[in-house]
């Protein structure tokens, strides 16, 4: 049958081959296109809100980093006399506050944590025990190991004593010179009021502030804990929130450094921040924010990537030292002159 | 939840989809020796939340499994409570997931510990990803095999921005997340 337009013609061979064309290529669209809808909004997890920091909150401004030719950076120091030290893969590299190379020690392995003492020994945590260098890099002692479950993840030296937080087995332990366990510290004792320390993943750290007095941090509970060397806590504070004020997930802060004024430096995974208190714990401001450490705004929740954050230092002239592992830098940050 | 036997309204729902996807196969049991099937790589997953809404069932043959031996069992949970969740308690305006299919439950001070509900569970990533910013990534998603109906092509594979699918043998058809070497034990 011949099909025919209104006026009694037959409609044109054409005009079927464009009408078939068109039906063709509508056909094709909408079988390339993906129709199902994506995601709703409830199925999100928000969290830009949290990563957005008001510059005038940013009280530090970023310095030339050192770029360690040392693969896999793992941990991060400073001494009082103005030298920061990197190790990773197999290396301890010591640096001036200039950024010069100063020396290179080789190591064997990877240190979990690192610290120097006054007299310029170099303490290296590998994972269940220690290692001592002298001051020129050469191998000094061996300690024993803390046992299979240990796992170092902070090491601090004050004087004689020496103080290793050990994830494995949520307990800091105190060492004299000779590598001899004094004592362990933290392990919960309600009769002494010790609530114990929650250490859900390897981020564990220890300090000393300015006044000489011992630091942990006890990540589960988003706070820090102060203890005298017999092991007697003196005092807590605990900030579990994830606003800007106080320490959230799993496992914050991460690490934490005191300045010569007594102020607090941490920084956290998850929500990669920098943050300042005050002595009194009060939340002073941003050192650096989470778009800092991460390319895209989104890079900063990218569950693909592990926390940039591998270590934290003040050094001697107090400036804000971050060991980023993305870009395998020793990140600077000094405090912006004030108006 | 249906009863094992028994054919419950989501058998039905798996088998009338089995019916209406060329190439589908009706089968919950273990897949022929030498088999392959769909399974997403957890480490590659950006928790885009296509798996809930891109898989040919509904709700999606995705759900959420959890790796007790990394969980680190805690009270400010990210795969549990909001963002910014006003309390750490059990209330449903605290809770992340968008179907209630976490329980939280004590355990000792300051321990608590999560369970997937399956039968709830629609796959969204939404805990996956809190858990993995805030937490120790112990949550993560997986084609469950049993209710999978293993499409030539999975539909999900199309539109993973990720490419965390993939083919692997029925043999060992789940690519789990174990503790990593090294890291500290947990009790
Ligand atoms: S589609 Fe891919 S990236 Fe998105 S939630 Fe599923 S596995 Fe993860
Ligand atoms: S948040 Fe999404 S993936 Fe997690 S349990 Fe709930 S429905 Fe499942
Ligand atoms: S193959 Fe993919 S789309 Fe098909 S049922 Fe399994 S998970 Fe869903």
Redesign the pocket.
């Known amino acids: 049958m011949t099909v025919r337009n209104k006026t009694g013609k037959p409609i044109p061979a054409w005009v079927w081959g464009v009408a078939t064309v068109i039906a063709i290529g509508v056909v094709v669209l909408l079988a390339s296109k993906d129709w199902r809808r994506d995601p709703p909004q409830s199925f999100r997890y928000e969290v830009a809100q949290y990563e957005r920091v008001d510059p005038s909150r940013v009280l530090f401004e970023e310095r030339e980093p050192i770029t360690p030719d040392v693969p896999g950076l793992t941990a991060l120091a400073t001494s009082p006399e103005g030298r920061i030290y990197a190790a990773g893969t197999n290396a301890v590299v010591v640096y001036g506050l200039d950024g010069r190379e100063i020396a290179r020690h080789a190591i064997n392995g990877s240190p979990t944590c690192l610290a120097v003492t006054a007299d310029g020994e170099i303490l290296l945590g590998m994972t269940d025990h220690v290692e001592v260098l002298h001051a020129d890099g050469k191998p000094k002692a061996r300690w024993p190991s803390l046992g299979e479950r240990a796992h170092l993840t902070s090491i601090a030296a004050n004087g004689e004593d020496i103080y290793a937080a050990d994830a494995g087995n949520r307990v800091v332990v105190r060492f004299d010179r000779e590598g001899n366990v004094v004592q362990h510290i933290g392990k919960a004792d309600a009769s002494k009021g010790i609530p114990g320390f929650v250490v859900p993943s390897p981020y564990f750290d220890v300090t000393f502030d300015n006044t000489g007095t011992f630091w942990a941090v006890n990540p589960g509970r988003h706070g820090l804990e102060s203890y005298r060397s017999s092991g007697a806590l003196i005092s807590a504070w605990y900030r579990p929130s994830i606003e800007a004020e106080g320490f959230s997930g799993c496992c914050n802060p991460s690490h934490v450094a005191f300045r010569s004024d007594g102020s607090l430096v941490t920084t956290e995974k998850g929500l990669a921040r920098v943050k300042l208190y005050s002595v009194d714990q009060k939340l002073v401001g941003f050192v650096a924010q989470p778009a800092t450490f991460h390319d895209s705004p989104m890079g900063a929740f990218s569950c693909k990537l592990e926390t940039p954050l591998v270590d934290l230092a003040v050094d001697s002239k107090d400036r804000v030292l971050v060991l980023d592992a993305n870009k395998n830098a020793i990140r600077i940050f000094e405090e912006k002159a004030s108006e | 939840m249906s009863v094992k036997g028994q054919i419950g309204r989501r058998d039905f729902i798996r088998a009338a989809?089995a019916l209406g996807?060329g190439g589908?196969i009706w089968k919950t049991a273990a897949r022929e020796p030498g088999s392959m099937?769909?399974q997403l790589d957890p480490q590659q997953c950006v928790q885009c939340g296509r798996?809930a809404t891109?898989?040919?069932?509904n709700p999606?043959?995705?759900k959420c499994v959890h790796s007790y031996p990394i969980c680190g069992y805690c009270d400010l949970c990210g795969g549990y409570l909001q963002p910014g969740a006003k309390k750490r308690d059990t209330g449903a305006e605290n809770e992340l997931c968008p179907v209630s299919a976490i329980t939280r439950t004590f355990i000792e001070p300051p321990f608590f510990q999560y369970t997937i509900d399956e039968d709830l569970c629609v796959g969204c990533a939404k805990c996956v990803k809190g858990c993995g910013l805030f937490g120790n990534g112990s949550l993560y998603l997986q084609?469950k095999q049993d209710?999978?109906?293993?499409?030539n092509?999975?539909?999900?594979?199309r539109a993973c921005p990720a490419e965390a699918?993939q083919r692997i043998p029925a043999e060992q058809a789940y690519l789990l997340k174990t503790r990593p070497e090294g890291g500290p034990a947990q009790t």
């Open positions: 989809a996807i589908g099937v769909w798996c891109h898989c040919v069932l999606s043959a995705v084609i209710l999978c109906v293993h499409c092509e999975c539909a999900i594979a699918f």
